[in-house]
């Protein structure tokens, strides 16, 4: 009697339900965490000019971090895009990695500084580098999926990108070739609403960007994205479809983006100020911290500490960044061509 | 040694190399059952079977941006694009992608690439199965650009094309496939990209060429020979990089230069060889740089008039030629 009820309660922890142990659910919450707090200092670093530049991840989170859990890190392949960050982390980039790139310094391992910043990419984390134009990883992941399938081995590929990016020909084609070969990826769109000023409605004629996934013969799900649970289930169950041979699945994390699109943009020439408030009420780190004080993982003082903690982190990256050199000028020469191996 | 055409020659090396590296496949609009509408890829599909000859949506921007994908993580595709005019949809996949990959990254990742394309006119083919697409690729550095003229040429540049770690744009001219016949070497070897060949020895004008256009201006020096006139032919063979040294060395030998393409003439890549000799050579020239090209028009028209007025050929070549030689 007394097990069965234990097993009962077991069921309701949602994270248990979906075979994460405490421990993996505190892990994601520390990545969201560390993203969120990394991510503001950028912002404050940009406001003095301190870096050129910034597109932020912020309200992401739990759809980055849901999502890249459910992979196995350094085997299944990754083709991020620009608001990743949290994708990366999970992966395995450091913060110290991404506060080079933001500043544009010697060693920034995706690109050693060519790259605006959040150009992710790493060999060694099987993160593939991405460049500016929107959707172009889409066919490319699609690609990486048909090596994979050629290889017969059991990975998969996650490609994110935003819902704006849907209306181009490139997403189309991608999964058209996902569907047509059944291939190991998993394309997760994080549908903030806006692409840069212009609202989904303008983008397409359906309500959800999954709807589309039946034109191309594979599975269209809908998640909260703003529920990191809700969407490590819905990925954990995609990845096991696609390791098991039966291909894509299109994933849309229902999201949104609480601050503007990038350093460049001011939102409040398109959007209100009510909404955005609104759906900071919706914040995904604020959920996670509600359900793990409600499962008894997490109380104000851990949240206290684990803010400091993630500060202590923030502080190393900016002040190792800051302090971190340029690239010599002959840096900017080398790597155009390979050499040929026999 | 066999006697080969241009496209046995291609055939027979993608062949060669899918059956030495299983990484090599074949991808593209008609390329599997069928063997491509040129019939290059004929016998691959049922040689190396459905999953290496990949017939593909008719979608370039997703046939490139595959191939892409898989040679990012250790595959070597050849896609093939039906015809160069209509490479443009996968423009950006391309120049952004492809041709930046290793930059990008800083050498993290490449991608070992070909693509494959028929161009160029004079089988009528009207404004859209005759275009010469050589200049937009040549000002994207990243991406080789390769453009043989002989069945042997096309061997060697193939091998290494599949070989080679970076992306390359191996333009087939189309005329060439079956008119075009030579004697190809048993046997694997390789000629390294960014190498131009001096088709013929001549003292008098250096003529440069590549594609089509070389066999014309093979013909123009051959008249030119019988008139006391000796050309020397230089063959560019690979457009992007360019092989200065070969250029600058026959230039500096002969004092007068005639550069030949079948692409428009403003911009085009005699643009470029023209500005190289004038930087490096201006000293040696005994006459102005001469141009024999198509004319600044939006296609080659379909008609039989007009499309031998927009093409250059032996005539043309001859008489400008002629008058470089005068000068
Ligand atoms: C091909 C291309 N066109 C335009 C841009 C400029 N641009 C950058 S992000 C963006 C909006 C993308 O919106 P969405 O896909 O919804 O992603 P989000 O930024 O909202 O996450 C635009 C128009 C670009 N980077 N690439
Ligand atoms: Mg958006």
């Not at chain 2, 423009?91 to 990742?109: H, L």
Request: proline share 5%; glycine share 8%.
């Amino acid at each position: 009697m007394a097990t069965q009820v234990a097993e009962k309660i077991a069921l309701e922890i949602t994270h248990r339900a979906l075979g994460l142990s405490d421990d993996q659910v505190l892990e994601m919450y520390w990545a969201m965490l560390l993203a969120r707090r990394l991510d503001e200092r950028m912002w404050i670093l940009h406001r003095p000019h301190l870096v050129a530049f910034h597109i932020s991840g912020i309200g992401h989170e739990a759809a980055q971090v849901g999502a890249a859990f459910a992979l196995k890190r350094g085997y299944d392949y990754a083709h991020p895009y620009y608001r990743d960050m949290a994708t990366v982390l999970t992966l395995g980039m450091t913060p110290r990695d991404l506060m080079l790139a933001l500043f544009g310094r010697q060693g920034e391992p995706s690109s050693n500084g060519r790259q605006m910043p959040s150009h992710f990419g790493s060999r060694a984390l099987n993160i593939v580098s991405g460049s500016s134009p929107v959707a172009t990883q889409i066919p490319q992941a699609a690609g990486i999926a048909f090596a994979i399938k050629y290889k017969k081995t059991d990975q998969v590929v996650l490609t994110c990108f935003g819902e704006g990016s849907t209306a181009e020909g490139d997403f189309h084609e991608g999964l058209n070739w996902a569907g047509i070969h059944t291939l190991p990826v998993i394309f997760l769109c994080q549908n903030n609403q806006y692409a840069i000023s212009v609202p989904a409605a303008k983008q397409m004629a359906v309500p959800n960007v999954a709807d589309r996934a039946r034109a191309y013969g594979i599975p269209g799900v809908i998640v909260d994205g703003n529920d990191v649970l809700d969407v490590y289930g819905a990925m954990r169950d995609a990845v096991a479809r696609a390791r098991r041979g039966q291909g894509a699945t299109l994933i849309e994390a229902k999201t949104y983006r609480p601050v503007p699109h990038s350093s460049d943009d001011d939102d409040r020439t398109y959007r209100s100020r009510a909404e955005v408030e609104e759906w900071k009420k919706r914040d995904p780190i604020l959920r996670m911290q509600e359900y793990l004080t409600r499962v008894n993982l997490l109380n104000a003082q851990k949240i206290v500490e684990s803010d400091a903690r993630a500060k202590q982190v923030v502080d190393d990256a900016d002040e190792f960044a800051r302090n971190a050199p340029y690239p010599p000028a002959e840096a900017a020469l080398g790597n155009v061509w390979g050499q040929v191996k026999s | 040694m066999a006697i080969k055409t241009f496209l046995e020659s291609i055939r027979d090396t993608m062949h060669d190399e899918m059956a030495r590296d299983e990484r090599v496949f074949v991808l593209g609009e008609d390329v599997g059952v069928t063997g491509g509408v040129f019939r290059a890829t004929e016998g691959l599909y049922e040689k190396f079977g459905a999953d290496r000859a990949i017939d593909t949506p008719l979608a370039e921007l997703s046939i490139i941006g595959i191939a892409i994908g898989a040679a990012a993580v250790g595959m070597r595709p050849i896609a093939e694009i039906q015809f160069a005019d209509f490479i443009h949809p996968a423009f950006d996949q391309i120049v952004n992608e492809a041709a930046k990959m290793r930059y990008r990254s800083n050498a993290g990742w490449e991608c070992p690439l070909v693509i494959r394309t028929p161009y160029g006119g004079g089988v009528h083919g009207g404004l859209y199965h005759s275009q010469s697409i050589e200049a937009f690729f040549c000002h994207s550095p990243g991406l080789y650009v390769v453009a043989p003229s002989t069945p042997r040429d096309a061997k060697g540049l193939l091998l290494s094309a599949i070989r080679n770690p970076d992306p390359v744009l191996f333009l087939e001219h189309k005329k060439l496939y079956r008119s075009i016949k030579g004697e190809v070497p048993d046997g694997e070897y390789t000629i390294p990209l960014g190498r131009a060949d001096v088709k013929r020895a001549g003292s008098d004008i250096t003529a440069i060429a590549y594609g089509a256009m070389l066999h014309e201006t093979l013909n123009a020096a051959e008249q030119l020979a019988r008139e006391g006139i000796e050309v020397e032919v230089v063959d560019l063979r690979t457009l992007f990089p360019l092989d200065r040294e070969t250029i600058l060395t026959s230039v500096r030998k002969t004092s007068k230069v005639c550069i030949i393409h079948e692409d428009t003439k403003t911009m085009g890549l005699g643009a470029e060889v023209a500005a190289i000799i004038s930087e490096e050579a201006f000293g040696d020239l005994d006459a102005p740089i001469r141009r024999v090209t198509g004319p600044d028009l939006p296609g080659i028209p379909f008609n039989e008039t007009g499309e031998h007025a927009f093409l250059p050929n032996a005539e043309k070549i001859a008489t400008a030629l002629r008058e470089l030689a005068r000068y």
